[in-house]
């Protein structure tokens, strides 16, 4: 079976660019989440959907920061515009339903210069 | 809200000596879940085990022991036996029930654990 992919591994990018990330899900994942995680630190949680609708969203930092789930499988996370601190790893995960075990992604390494 | 509080920022210990590390975690709720992941040097994320908060008991698989004890809120981790393999950083988690299912993780700082051959 085939894991939770992401793309693209690596960006660089200048502040005040914008950004846009990839996410593929398992297959049949209701579940899908974007997590950051800064170097050193433990993954924080920006955004879950279920299906094509939003469950949480209350960390995503939503004057910069946006996402979307179209048609319930893919989802883009985009940045608009980036800073110097969006620099960190995005990881994306999916699960079957709420209750069930998260499945993590490769993730998206950014830079902001 | 909740919190995971892993205390052991770094640990080394040379190959086939056991391991211990800590996992602290604060809830209100009654439902929840807590989990490890491992992460090696690639930065994959990758899932070792989930417990409910109803099922206190200790689980082992192979080399790897969890000890989950809700009377002082920790869920340890114990490698037996280490390997240089092992080395990664490693994250306990925790998940609570909301209206329709678990929410997110909320993960602790994690503990990089480093096994010298």
């Known amino acids: 079976e085939a894991g939770v992919a992401q793309s693209p591994r690596y960006k660089i990018i200048e502040k005040r660019q914008s950004v846009a990330f990839w996410c593929n899900p398992i297959s049949g994942h209701a579940t899908l989440y974007w997590y950051q995680q800064i170097l050193g630190q433990g993954p924080k949680l920006l955004i879950q959907f279920q299906n094509n609708g939003v469950v949480d969203d209350s960390q995503l930092p939503k004057d910069r920061f946006s996402a979307e789930r179209l048609k319930g499988v893919d989802s883009t996370l985009k940045i608009q515009p980036a800073k110097l601190e969006d620099s960190a790893v995005y990881l994306c995960?999916?699960?079957?339903?709420?209750?069930?075990?998260?499945?993590f992604g490769p993730g998206t390494r950014l830079l902001v210069l | 809200a909740q919190k995971v509080t892993q205390a052991q920022t770094e640990i080394s210990v040379v190959e086939k000596e056991d391991v211990t590390l800590d996992c602290v975690y604060e809830?209100?709720?009654?439902?929840?879940?807590l989990f490890w992941y491992k992460q090696p040097p690639s930065g994959e994320l990758v899932f070792l085990i989930r417990?409910?908060?109803?099922?206190?008991q200790n689980e082992i698989s192979g080399r790897y022991s969890w000890n989950f004890q809700k009377s002082t809120s920790s869920f340890n981790f114990t490698i037996t036996a280490s390997q240089v393999v092992d080395s990664a950083v490693y994250f306990c988690a925790l998940s609570v029930g909301s209206g329709g299912g678990a929410d997110g993780l909320t993960f602790g700082k994690g503990t990089h654990l480093i096994i010298q051959p």
């Open positions: 809830t209100r709720d009654t439902t929840y879940y």
């Open positions: 995960a999916s699960s079957l339903g709420r209750w069930e075990t998260q499945y």
């Open positions: 417990r409910n908060s109803f099922d206190e």
